[in-house]
T-cell receptor, first 117, second 114 residues
């Protein structure tokens, strides 16, 4: 079974400072990993994904994430936070070992990011 | 707007009533997914269609839940004999027929069961 843990319910960071939102995962095989963002009264929006290749992936709005296989982590980062980055962030995983027929994503509980002006 | 559209956005019903939600995916997407999200939790997978075929169903999808996608375009999710525990946000997403899992979500349909 696949699972995702986001250990922090909330992360507060000052505008202009770097931010990190943590995610660890558990899968039987090789993972596909994703970050989604949810703004108030808006649908979930895709930010970035790791499929294979370079461990550092870049996504929308200046976000990036680093895949670390040994630590089974996929932390979301941004060098300089903006107030507009304040939102709910979800990490998700798909386990390729589940077979070609399984397309379900397993999401973490989410981390609320607050960027303080 | 060419995004994923869900209706109604909010439904309040009494326990025991039936409710139906509709999802219109992005037109060129042949994969469609239903997820459920409760307060403080991430989305939980319910079911998945490729064209009109329902290929995966979660164990969360009890026999009171049924989903259809009759012509491979829009989809409906029906909940029969609603219970208070069914209160949640029901999310629809669609994707292209590739293997990378990038989903495009609608804004959701919020169900409140009194």
């Amino acid at each position: 079974a696949q699972s995702v843990a986001q250990p922090e319910d909330q992360v507060n960071v000052a505008e202009g400072n770097p931010l990190t939102v943590k995610c660890t995962y558990s899968v039987s095989g090789n993972p596909y990993l994703f970050w989604y963002v949810q703004y108030p009264n808006r649908g979930l929006q895709f930010l970035l994904k790791y499929i294979t290749g370079d461990n550092l992936v870049k996504g929308s709005y200046g976000f990036e994430a680093e895949f670390n296989k040994s630590q089974t982590s996929f932390h979301l980062k941004k060098p300089s936070a903006l107030v507009s980055d304040s939102a709910l962030y979800f990490c998700a995983v798909r386990d390729l070992y589940s077979g070609a027929g399984s397309y379900q994503l397993t999401f973490g509980k989410g981390t609320k990011l607050s960027v303080i002006p | 707007d060419t995004g994923v559209s869900q209706n109604p956005r909010h439904k309040i019903t009494k326990r025991g009533q039936n409710v139906t939600f509709r999802c219109d995916p992005i037109s060129e997407h042949n994969r469609l997914y239903w997820y459920r999200q409760t307060l403080g939790q991430g989305p939980e997978f319910l079911t998945y269609f490729q064209n009109e075929a329902q290929l995966e169903k979660s164990r969360l999808l009890s026999d009171r839940f049924s989903a259809e996608r009759p012509k491979g375009s829009f989809s409906t999710l029906e909940i029969q004999r609603t219970e208070q525990g069914d209160s949640a946000m029901y999310l629809c997403a669609s994707s292209l027929a590739d293997n990378t899992g990038e989903l495009f979500f609608g804004e959701g349909s919020r169900l409140t069961v009194l």
